[in-house]
């Protein structure tokens, strides 16, 4: 079974190249209408980019609610656009610049109705933004060493990324990851779920509900309900199949993320596949995976060595791109 359509499922999620979503998912809310772009969904996209002196790129807002402050370059995607072409064409229109990105540093999330991907960018070209320049994008673009002068922020939301970044560029905690450009009609979560003991023997959870395949569960983008962070309703759908009253579930983050945006109403869905690891409840040492009911889903025994050890790897040092949740 190693050979089969599970493996190589496993292995292109854990190296950052994503899986087809199918129509049919495991969890999904009753009805679940495509999200749309500005209409069901919010997605931001924010990126830091830095120069070889630590200086960050600022740029001054021009919106009259936050007239002459000072931000990262940030804003909102636009209907058939991919989440890079929504960064790059932020970063342009804000401070001049143009950059190609290296790498998502964090996703943020209120739930499936908001979300912010954070890029790491490098530029590639353009002119500085100038007082000159100014327009209803920005007032101006500079670099920044975040001691002098200090800027009046708009917001300090934007101090932990900055030092994210720095870390990240001196010793990187997770491999480059950027989206895919693959189509998905929701924003959904496929789980990389995985059970470890303590001889190292690994099990993941597979979907037993057609071909087998990583279990998939979509959010709903509703704004008028209670919205569930990502990474808690992924967790949710092992909880509820699982017989222990409360499985021990540790979201560990995202190996990656799909969206594909050029056919707005039909795909503006993201598709995040993310880490968990489960123990037995309470944490408690278990030699077996906790039992599930309700015939849905099955544990799957990984014998086949090199993914075995990549999967221990990435649940070991949680090397993921982190969620947060406000």
């Known amino acids: 079974m190693a050979s089969g359509a599970p493996a190589e499922e496993l292995d292109a999620v854990l190296s950052g190249r994503g899986w087809e979503v ?23 996209v924010l990126a830091v980019l830095l120069n070889d002196q630590n200086e960050v790129l600022m740029m001054q807002e021009a919106k009259q ?21 929504a960064m790059k ?20 999330e209120r739930g499936p109705i908001w979300i912010r991907f954070v890029f790491l960018a490098r530029p590639t070209g353009g002119t500085l933004k100038t007082p000159q320049d ?21 917001a300090r939301d934007i101090l932990p990324l900055m030092d994210l970044a720095m870390r990240y560029r001196d010793s990187p905690s997770h491999p480059a990851t950027l989206p895919e450009e693959m189509p998905c009609a929701l924003v959904c979560q496929r789980l990389l779920a995985a059970f470890a003991n303590e001889a190292g023997d690994l099990w993941v959870l597979l979907s037993a509900v057609g071909a087998p395949h990583l279990p998939v569960c979509a959010c709903t983008a509703s704004p008028s309900q209670i919205q569930p962070s990502l990474l808690g309703a992924a967790a949710q759908l092992l909880q509820e199949h699982s017989l222990l009253p409360h499985p021990a579930v540790q979201a ?25 690891g489960v123990t037995g409840a309470g944490g408690g040492a278990r030699e077996t995976p906790p039992e599930l009911h309700g015939g849905s889903l099955r544990w799957w025994k990984i014998e086949e060595s090199s993914l075995r050890s990549r999967i221990l790897q990435r649940l070991s040092s949680a090397a993921v791109v982190p969620v947060r949740s406000y």
Not at 67 to 85: K, Q, S
Not at 89 to 108: D, F, Q, Y
């Open 65 to 85: 609610e936050c007239y002459g402050t000072w931000y990262l370059p940030a804003g909102r995607m636009e209907p058939n656009e991919t989440i890079v072409e």
């Open 252 to 276: 560990h983050g995202v190996l990656g993320v799909q969206h594909q945006g050029k056919s707005a109403g039909k795909a503006d869905g993201v598709c995040f596949n993310v880490l968990l």
């Open 89 to 108: 064409r932020e970063v342009k229109e804000e401070t001049g610049l143009e950059c190609e990105p290296l790498t998502l540093l964090a996703v943020e």
């Open 134 to 154: 100014a327009d209803a994008e920005s007032l101006q673009a500079r670099w920044w060493d975040r001691e002098s002068p200090a800027l009046p922020l708009r």
């Open 22 to 44: 199918q129509e049919r998912y495991d969890s999904a809310p009753a009805p679940a209408h495509p999200v749309r772009v500005r209409k069901t969904v919010c997605y931001i």
